[in-house]
């Protein structure tokens, strides 16, 4: 996959994000077209174009990130109540193709989604 999506250009500082959280494997930012209150994008530095396509050696980066969205939410005081979204393929709805988990809070959800 080629890192040239809007998510490399975050990671490289190329374009500007509101960056809330960053580490030596991952970076979470203000989503720029939020559907809740609080929707933030966590997406690995590694380029991996979307879940299906992650492998055996990318299990301690998908770790990693789960746990940060427990950190995230916890330092936004939002770890109550919030939902975590992965879009795989266009199909469901997925437009960059950089894997990316939404995490999503400050409003009432209901279930089924989608």
């Given amino acids: 996959m080629s890192e ?15 960056i809330i959280y960053e580490d030596e ?5 203000h989503d720029v ?8 994008l966590l997406i690995p530095k ?3 174009a979307k879940l299906a ?6 299990q301690q980066l998908l770790g990693h990130m789960m746990l940060k ?8 005081g939002i770890d109550d109540a919030f939902r975590v979204i992965v879009n795989n ?6 437009t960059v193709f950089h894997l990316h988990l939404h995490i999503i809070a ?3 959800f209901q279930w089924p989604p989608g």
Wanted: hydrophobic share 35%.
């Fill in 25 to 29: 494997l991952c970076l979470a930012f």
């Fill in 33 to 40: 077209n939020p559907t809740a209150p609080h929707h933030i």
């Fill in 106 to 108: 400050g409003r009432s």
């Fill in 4 to 18: 040239d999506t809007i998510f490399g250009k975050i990671i490289r500082r190329e374009i500007p994000a509101d």
């Fill in 53 to 58: 396509d992650a492998e055996i050696d990318d």
């Fill in 69 to 76: 969205v427990g950190e995230i939410t916890r330092s936004l």
């Fill in 89 to 94: 393929g266009s199909g469901a709805q997925q």
């Fill in 46 to 48: 590694k380029p991996i």
